[in-house]
């Protein structure tokens, strides 16, 4: 008896960026509201990172909250109609419940419903996997519009007296609305991991530890210098990798936006790809601190509302942290 042949979906030729949506938190923490606990100054933060001030949500907003409003700014500026956006990915680390996933919930907010939707956790790589897999199940035909989004409330995972983090991370959420192109606008992905530098960055404790062993409350915690050397080093190599399987250079650039982890990393990062003056490189980090895997759709939107010149050319976007993974593709900015 010969087996029946199985339908098998196909979807779109190629996907494209249609929109950006970001929503900050509400309170401006300058520097100098945090150098008591680690026993700094303004100026060494500044220096060792460039950040000034970071955005982090009062004590009754969600990362749910953030990424929901994100979520409304990018569904409204790419003229897809919400209940045509059958698939929702959030990344994120800072879901406070285990489950339902916030994307679920975001779908329902913002009129998504049934939409498939589930979180996925690559840390600061977060939002460079989920554009990667839009793309991907909407070229399978498994999806038709999705809505990604990277969304974090990290001022709740950090320990106010820990030196190595906790003065870094803000909180936000970044949106971005990808659908069908008649032209590649996303480029193939370049990611991947390396496990055995799993406690370069992360929890130190577990939630078991916390409920068993009275441990304190699981905070982040990261060994800086691994993190700057891999992030410099092995980071420019993915980054240059990423341009060349989109079949591009460094030249054809219109912007860089490389997860906002360190001024430091981004201006090195910018001599290793040897970029030329025209490409415009965010530095979102400045005024909104690293927001891990919201980092790179908040720099994006911040990019284009002062440059709207930039809409149309190519960004190279990366993105690296805990695992430790990456993620990088050159897209085409709506």
Not at 118 to 124: E, F, G, L, Q, S
Not at 274 to 291: E, F, Q, Y
Request: proline content about 4%.
């Amino acid at each position: 008896m010969s087996q029946p042949t199985l339908n098998q979906s196909t979807g779109a030729e190629f996907t494209r960026i249609y929109s950006y949506g970001a929503a900050r938190g509400d309170l401006v923490v300058p520097n100098n509201d945090l150098i008591g606990p680690i026993d700094s100054s303004d100026e060494w933060i500044q220096q060792r990172t460039g950040i000034v001030t970071r955005t982090r949500a009062s004590a009754g907003i969600l990362a749910v909250d953030l990424a929901t409003d994100a979520a409304k700014e990018a569904i409204e500026k790419s003229g897809v109609a919400a209940d045509k956006i059958d698939l929702v990915i959030i990344a994120t680390v800072s879901n406070v419940q285990q489950t339902p996933s916030m994307a679920a919930v975001v779908a329902d907010r913002v009129g998504s419903n049934p939409a498939a939707a589930y979180d996925t956790n690559a840390a600061c790589a977060g939002f460079s996997y989920a554009v990667t897999q839009a793309d991907a199940l909407i070229r399978s035909g498994a999806a038709h519009f999705a809505l990604v989004i990277g969304a974090e409330k990290l001022s709740d995972l950090v320990d106010p007296t820990d030196r190595s983090i906790s003065f870094l991370l803000g909180d936000g959420a970044g949106a971005v609305v990808i659908g069908p192109s008649e032209t590649p606008g996303i480029a193939p992905a370049v990611w991947g991991s390396d496990g055995s530098k799993a406690d370069a960055v992360g929890m130190n404790a577990t939630l078991v530890d916390y409920r068993d062993n009275n441990a304190a409350w699981p905070t982040l915690r990261q060994e800086g210098q691994t993190v700057f050397r891999w992030a410099v080093w092995d980071m420019a190599k993915v980054a240059n990798e990423a341009l060349e399987v989109a079949g591009i250079t460094s030249a054809d650039l219109a912007a860089f936006i490389p997860h906002q982890a360190n001024m430091r990393i981004i201006d090195e990062f910018a001599k290793q790809l040897k970029l030329p003056d025209s490409v415009m490189i965010a530095r979102d980090i400045a005024s909104t601190g690293n927001t891990s895997a919201a980092s790179i759709p908040l720099a994006t939107h911040r990019l284009l509302l002062e440059h709207p010149e930039l809409s149309g050319g190519l960004a190279l976007q990366i993105g690296f942290g805990a695992g430790l993974v990456f993620g990088a593709q050159v897209v085409v900015l709506p």
